[in-house]
T-cell receptor
Framework: DSGVTQTPKHLITATGQRVTLRCSPRSGDLSVYWYQQSLDQGLQFLIHYYNGEERAKGNILERFSAQQFPDLHSELNLSSLELGDSALYFC?????????????FGQGTRLTVV | GDSVTQMEGPVTLSEEAFLTINCTYTATGYPSLFWYVQYPGEGLQLLLKATKADDKGSNKGFEATYRKETTSFHLEKGSVQVSDSAVYFCALTSRMSGGSNYKLTFGKGTLLTVNP
């Protein structure tokens, strides 16, 4: 158990809908990273938050957004969903902000868009 | 930009066979290098890491040496077990452009299947 909790584990929704994925980092970790894993693209970095502030953006679509709350949990919002958004979405946390020493990953949320 | 290339697999071995999974990288500066493992139905777990040239990371019988001259970080294990069946990802820390932030850049992963 990595200590990072993601909910829900599975999500099935229709095209055009909006979903929210939730991540609780390890106790004491201030950084949260979101990754998308798909068969064709592999693991793609989406976004990084540190202590409530956005630190870096990767290959995140404009239809996607995220935030980190004062209690340090994070939510990834995916809207106007398309079939191609079907993937595993991972959250990871680490202690630091400017430099990622090692990240601890949650078990992921499997999103299926039908 | 920074990138990681690893052998695509799948790799199928018999129990007690020797394992090598090749990983090479392209990066500016001096990245830290990692191997992560993903067991079926689970998230990624850090397997081992090396933070500077010639460092050797090791864990659970797996080893990898940071070779700056060949920009490589190959994963090896002398005798694999059925329980080692998983997907293995090579990764490096990569600085985000325009700032002091870093992210993990992953290879595409290598599926290893070990048969009894």
């Amino acid at each position: 158990d990595s200590g990072v909790t993601q909910t829900p584990k599975h999500l099935i929704t229709a095209t055009g809908q909006r979903v929210t994925l939730r991540c609780s980092p390890r106790s004491g970790d201030l950084s949260v990273y979101w990754y998308q894993q798909s068969l064709d693209q592999g693991l793609q970095f989406l976004i990084h938050y540190y202590n409530g502030e956005e630190r870096a953006k990767g290959n995140i679509l404009e239809r996607f957004s995220a935030q980190q709350f004062p209690d340090l949990h994070s939510e990834l919002n995916l809207s106007s969903l398309e079939l191609g958004d079907s993937a595993l979405y991972f959250c990871a946390s680490s202690v630091g902000g400017g430099g990622i020493a090692e990240a601890f990953f949650g078990q992921g949320t499997r999103l299926t868009v039908v | 930009g920074d990138s990681v290339t690893q052998m695509e697999g799948p790799v199928t071995l018999s129990e007690e066979a020797f394992l090598t999974i090749n990983c090479t990288y392209t990066a500016t500066g001096y990245p830290s290098l990692f191997w992560y493992v993903q067991y079926p139905g689970e998230g990624l777990q850090l397997l081992l890491k090396a933070t500077k040239a010639d460092d050797k990371g090791s864990n659970k019988g797996f080893e990898a040496t940071y070779r700056k001259e060949t920009t490589s970080f190959h994963l090896e294990k002398g005798s694999v077990q059925v329980s080692d069946s998983a997907v293995y990802f090579c990764a490096l820390t990569s600085r985000m452009s325009g700032g002091s932030n870093y992210k993990l850049t992953f290879g595409k992963g290598t599926l290893l299947t070990v048969n009894p």
